[in-house]
């Protein structure tokens, strides 16, 4: 069964840097698109960064220049490289993998647990 495991978050200081990681296990067969999305509290879920499967990128106006997204095929991981972090950046980090699986013929979305970040000012 597939299932995201994301790591990476914690408390850090205004202008640190944080690297988060999601990686898919199961029997995978071919994985799209890979994202980031962040909700802090009371705040609706938003998209930080996408990056499709032959590697272009697209990122949220508030993260340009400080977050950079990328992708290890091999071992099915998406990571969030996010430096000169603000107080702003604080929420629940989520990734997601639309992906194909060995045995199905259908594209599906999945969503990992969430990791939290937090940005002290």
């Known amino acids: 069964q597939v299932q995201l495991v994301e790591s990476g978050g914690g408390l850090v200081q205004a202008g640190g840097s944080l690297r988060l990681s999601c990686t898919a296990s199961?029997?995978?067969?071919?994985?799209?698109?890979m994202r980031w999305h962040r909700q802090a509290p009371g705040k609706q879920r938003e998209l930080v960064a996408s990056?499709?499967?032959?590697?272009?990128?697209n990122y949220a106006d508030s993260v340009k220049g400080r977050f950079t997204i990328s992708r290890d095929n091999a071992k099915n991981t998406v990571y969030l490289q996010m430096n000169s972090l603000k107080p702003e950046d604080t929420a629940v980090y989520y990734c997601?993998?639309?992906?194909?699986?060995?045995?199905?013929?259908?594209?599906?979305?999945?969503w990992g647990q969430g990791t939290q970040v937090t940005v002290s000012s």
């Open positions: 997601y993998q639309n992906l194909r699986e060995n045995s199905d013929y259908v594209w599906r979305g999945y």
């Open positions: 990056i499709a499967s032959g590697g272009s990128t």
């Open positions: 199961g029997s995978i067969f071919s994985i799209n698109a």
